[in-house]
């Protein structure tokens, strides 16, 4: 079987976005108050109803392409603690759903991967995806939006 771990955002890159840095837009990411709670990219648990967040467009890829999706996410405005209990599923995935997809070595969608799957079946879907030797990684997306939530490699 095929160990997996998921992967955060980068510590780095979050606080260079802290600090002002441009987003994938090239904005400066936005400050706000969550009124109620919303998921962190960074410690993958939630950013809880009246802390400070940063709403900003990422692209978690590492260079322009076509499959180089951008989109909105949220990471607490101050910093948080990485992600650490990589191997098992994170705080903030809680809806019923979401969308696992594989990419290749290109960081392109591997056509035929991607799939609707319910929570408790996103370790298991990932494992099957990453024993195969076309998949580099995995996408963790929101099923209803598409956002990006968080990456799954091989451990």
Do not use: W
């Not at 109803?49 to 709403?55: T, V, W």
Request: overall charge negative; hydrophobic content about 35%.
């Amino acid at each position: 079987m095929t160990k997996i771990v998921f992967t955060a955002m980068d510590a780095a890159e979050a606080e260079a976005f802290r600090n002002g840095n441009p987003d994938a837009n090239g904005q400066k990411p936005e400050h706000s108050i969550a009124a109620g709670t919303y998921p962190c990219r960074v410690c993958l648990g939630q950013i809880e109803d009246g802390e400070a967040m940063l709403l900003l467009a990422y692209r978690p890829f590492p260079d322009l392409q076509p499959f180089a999706e951008t989109g909105p996410i949220f990471i607490h405005a101050e910093a948080c603690s990485h992600y650490e209990a990589q191997e098992i599923l994170p705080p903030m995935l809680e809806s019923p759903d979401y969308i696992v997809r594989g990419y290749g070595f290109n960081d392109r969608i591997v056509y035929g991967t991607g799939a609707v799957t319910p929570t408790d079946r996103i370790s298991t879907y990932a494992q099957e995806l990453l024993a195969r030797d076309d998949i580099a990684y995995v996408h963790v997306r929101s099923a209803r939006n598409n956002c990006y939530q968080c990456r799954i490699d091989r451990s």
